[in-house]
């Protein structure tokens, strides 16, 4: 091998040096310094997490890790000795192996051919296709990946596409492992067979960079933590003894508390309001409910206590077997989703990937969808195209949509961004009372502070927000009133100071509030 694992001195075995070690990495492109005096390394058998916000410069340090970017300046040396000139198939000859967020897969091969796509076992000039359709089968099996090997790529899911190729990292020896939001498209039992295989690894030597935003990953993986925040090294701090918070501030630069906007709440005459709301399927329980214009209201409570339910409800998604929902003092017999977004009510689903956005289509298109029969964009039954592209770079100018191209389709966005295309609905047309359901569900930090700026925009700007969120830092900093449910009840309404972690999880079993109201601190992420 060209690299060795162990460097013996008169004294025995020294400990062995790191796989990585990265001193004072400069990559710049035209106008951009996107890496400044990045130092970095990685130890045998540990996980080094790479975690920081969109533009921060993760996807560059890792890019030039595998040899897909050379650096500009500064040192890089691969188990003690310094590497030059590194390309992507030097780096995997020497057993450094990226799995990237956007996939490296020929659609119109099968997936034992993209295992084995420029590394083909070949016996007197002919393709070994015997040996290489066992190879497969066996690293399949071993990864224990419910993949067919003579599947076209362009037949698999994104999760299944995901998993050929963390197959395709593992078909060879390895030492560096590289994951780029490994999880993002992975299920709960996929996830927890991809956590093994990092635990067996870890075992074996391999390190593994591992790049994510997800806490819980963080927290259960990782050996160190780098934070990176404008393509500056922030700190490099020991998983096991920083906070969750103190991450968060590390990354964003400032306190967690100040991720979220002072919302000016001016409460004015009530916008929407239920009474006695009880769904077909028994998951909402005779509901009353009020939000006012200008005030954010904060549903919580657990996993299949009703909250996401109501809200679908009153726009129409979920059958209503009684009682009544009134938008402006007026009674709305048969919600729907067309009638409640012309009568000026918009809804944002939790799930944004299979409701709420067409991910084959482009920006533009998403970002108008609900809007499409406004004067602005349709005359005599055609859409006015230049009017429609207008508004929609308006519409990504004002979200900060990255990269700001509103023709990219939105599958290729990270999920910040779009969940910000889905959330440019709302402002393409004029919309009265927000529905905002998990709006922060698996996006970065930044992201994050960028969705609370527009609830506190359309809020100030006299709209009713109800945000329902799994966070309860996001309820307790955000809202003006705020309602716990449980059982598919809503089961205390608190105000102002009441509104505290505490409290709310004092009725989420629907147990008596704590005796005690203060101001609310910030939970976990």
Do not use: W
């Not at 009674?331 to 709420?356: I, K």
């Not at 482009?362 to 964009?377: G, I, K, S, Y």
Request: net charge neutral.
């Amino acid at each position: 091998m060209p690299f060795a694992l162990h460097l013996v001195s008169s004294h025995g075995i020294a400990p062995a040096p790191p796989l990585i070690e990265m001193t004072g990495i400069q990559k710049r492109f035209p106008g951009v310094l996107a890496l400044d005096q990045i130092d970095f390394t990685l130890n045998p058998g540990e996980v080094h997490v790479l975690f920081g916000e969109n533009g921060a410069g993760k996807s560059t340090l890792i890019n030039v890790m595998a040899g897909t970017h050379h650096h500009d300046g500064g040192t890089y040396a691969y188990c003690g000795q310094a590497l030059t000139d590194l390309s992507p198939h030097r780096a995997r000859e020497i057993g450094i192996c990226p799995v990237f967020q956007e996939f490296s897969l020929a659609s119109d091969l099968t997936i034992e051919e993209n295992l084995f796509l420029g590394r083909e076992i070949c016996r007197g000039g002919i393709l070994d296709k015997a040996e290489m359709r066992a190879r497969v089968a066996r690293v399949l099996a071993d990864l224990r990946f419910d993949l067919p090997p003579r599947a076209k790529v362009s037949t698999l899911s994104r999760a299944e596409q995901q998993m050929t190729e963390i197959a395709k990292a593992l078909l060879q020896d390895i030492r560096v492992l590289i994951l780029d939001e490994p999880t993002a498209s992975l299920s709960e039992r996929e996830t927890e067979r991809l956590f093994e295989i990092i635990a067996d690894l870890k075992r074996k030597g391999v390190g593994i960079v591992y790049v994510s935003h997800r806490m819980v990953e963080i927290k259960r993986l990782a050996d160190r933590v780098t934070v990176l925040r404008d393509g500056r090294r922030v700190g490099t701090v020991e998983a096991a003894a920083v906070s969750e918070t103190k991450l968060i501030e590390m990354m964003i630069g400032r306190s967690f508390g100040a991720m979220f906007p002072d919302i000016a709440h001016r409460p004015g005459r009530v916008m929407l309001e239920t009474r006695g709301l009880t769904t077909a399927d028994g998951l909402v329980r005779e509901a009353d409910f009020t939000v006012q214009a200008g005030e954010v209201v904060g549903i919580a409570g657990l996993v299949g206590c009703g909250k996401s339910e109501l809200a679908r409800a009153i726009f129409g998604l979920n059958e209503v077997q009684s009682g009544a929902i009134m938008l402006e003092g007026q009674q709305v017999t048969q919600p729907s989703p067309a009638t409640m977004l012309q009568s000026g009510l918009c809804y944002f689903p939790s799930d944004r990937v299979a409701e709420g956005l067409a991910l084959a289509r482009p920006v533009r298109e998403n970002m108008t969808l609900a809007a499409l029969n406004l004067p602005d964009f349709v005359k005599s039954g055609f859409l006015r195209l230049r009017r429609e592209k207008d508004r929609a770079r308006e519409m990504i100018a004002k979200l900060g949509l990255a990269p700001p191209d509103p023709e990219k389709r939105v599958e290729f966005l990270s999920g910040g961004n779009k969940q910000k295309v889905m959330l440019a609905r709302g402002i393409a047309r004029e919309v009265k009372v927000y529905l905002f359901d998990e709006p922060t569900v698996g996006i970065d930090v930044g992201a994050k502070a960028e969705i609370y700026k527009l609830i506190k925009e359309v809020a100030e700007s006299g709209a009713a927000v109800v945000v329902i969120s799994s966070e309860l830092h996001e309820v307790v900093y955000l809202s003006n009133r705020a309602y716990v449910m449980s059982g598919g009840r809503l089961v205390v309404e608190l105000r102002g100071l009441e509104i505290t972690e505490a409290a709310i999880l004092s009725h989420f079993f629907d147990r008596k509030p704590a005796t005690t109201v203060g101001v609310g601190a910030p939970g976990t992420i």
